[in-house]
């Protein structure tokens, strides 16, 4: 199978699906397929070059992006086409060309349709939604999504298509011994995005109200827009808040040696269709409280962590209880997270089951289990 997958970025900053769909094309060539992976030049991307020779890289600059697509699509016979994001023009261009050439497509819509997502500019989607998105999504052969509630609300906008429900693929690293890591504190971090739709004014207030906490700070771990970052240290100010670290954007081994100093992460999103920063965390032993906008009842299924509302009682209950273990309790959680992720989010086994998806498209045959159809 020749497939194509096509993102806007690939670069660090970019989130969750830069990381996810690297992971995965390398994968998909490491189990037999060609990989095209389609995408915008970046200051720093995953991958620059590839580590595989059936995956091929193409990195164009942003204004010929379009263009660069229509020239590798009719220039390559692609099997499928396999589009990452919605609303993003590029994108729009790959379906009206597989629609075209009569190649079978796949869109992950990537939380993008998820309401507080469609909320957000939501005239601008709106018209984008009526002039050529609605119909680029209606004539996929099937929608990825990454969780049953992004399926779930897929299915409450009309959409009839088949929903295939795969994770995000989690890479299982071995952990690095770093010299001369110190921390004064137990840590309870963020990471990720600093953006309204993480809930963290919601966690600054919760940590206000969290008794014993002279040993324990609250590290924020990202970047965002700068009025925006500059608003959340205004209300640290506000609520005189004084064990809270802000680190700014890290990447690559800066995060990985942060990462072992912390004892557990936080995600108390509105809304996440993943939320990879879950998986990283669980990979690397930390047990994590996940908000109910995000698709991780794993944790409490597996004991591993907390999947609570985002209200600030809740979560100052939650974190109480969560800095209130012995560090034989938390650890206990941190290998039990490891366990789920080897078990169900490896790269392996999503790899796996997207090429079972990909031969029941072009193929046919017995429908996959995570395939759900009206």
């Known amino acids: 199978m020749k497939i194509c997958h096509i993102i806007t970025s690939i670069d660090q900053s970019g989130g969750g699906p830069s990381k996810s769909v690297c992971d995965l094309s390398i994968q998909l060539a490491q189990q037999g397929l060609d990989i095209h992976l389609l995408t915008q030049a970046s200051e720093n991307p995953y991958i620059q070059t590839s580590p595989h020779k059936k995956l091929e890289l193409h990195f164009v600059q942003g204004i010929s992006f379009s263009l660069a697509i229509k020239q590798q699509l009719t220039q390559e016979h692609f099997d499928l086409l396999h589009s990452h994001g919605i609303w993003q023009m590029p994108v729009h261009y790959a ?73 995000n693929p989690i890479e299982l690293k071995e952990k690095k011994t770093y010299t001369n890591l110190k921390k004064e504190k137990k840590r309870l971090a963020f990471i990720g995005r600093l953006h309204k739709i993480k809930n963290i004014e919601s966690l600054m207030h919760a940590w206000t109200k969290i008794k014993n906490t002279q040993d324990w700070e609250l590290v924020l771990v990202g970047d965002g827009e700068k009025n925006y970052v500059q608003s959340l240290k205004q209300l640290v100010a506000n609520l005189q808040i004084q064990n809270i670290l802000f680190t700014g954007f890290l990447a690559g081994e800066e995060k990985e040696k942060i990462m072992q100093t912390l004892d557990f992460v936080v995600l108390p999103s509105f809304s996440e269709n993943f939320g990879m920063v879950v998986g990283e965390a669980l990979q690397n032993e930390i047990p994590v409280i996940a908000s109910t906008g995000t698709p991780w009842d794993d944790l409490q299924k597996h004991q591993c962590g907390w999947w609570v509302n985002n209200d600030v009682e809740t979560l100052s209950q939650t974190i109480q209880q969560a800095i209130a273990l012995s560090d034989e309790e938390r650890q206990q959680m941190g290998q039990r997270g490891r366990k789920l992720i080897e078990e169900k989010y490896s790269v392996e086994i999503v790899a796996s089951q997207m090429i079972q998806l990909y031969e029941w498209i072009l193929k046919g045959g017995t429908k996959p289990e995570f395939v759900y159809e009206l």
């Not at 929608?143 to 992004?150: C, D, V």
């Open 95 to 167: 379906a009206q060309l597989a629609k075209k050439n009569n190649i079978p497509y796949i869109i992950s819509t990537r939380g993008m349709l998820e309401p507080w997502a469609l909320n957000y500019k939501k005239w601008k989607k709106k018209l984008a939604l009526w002039i050529y998105q609605n119909n680029d999504l209606k004539k996929a052969a099937c929608i990825h999504a990454t969780g049953k509630m992004e399926a779930q609300h897929i299915r409450q906008l009309g959409y009839t298509n088949p929903i295939a429900i795969i994770p």
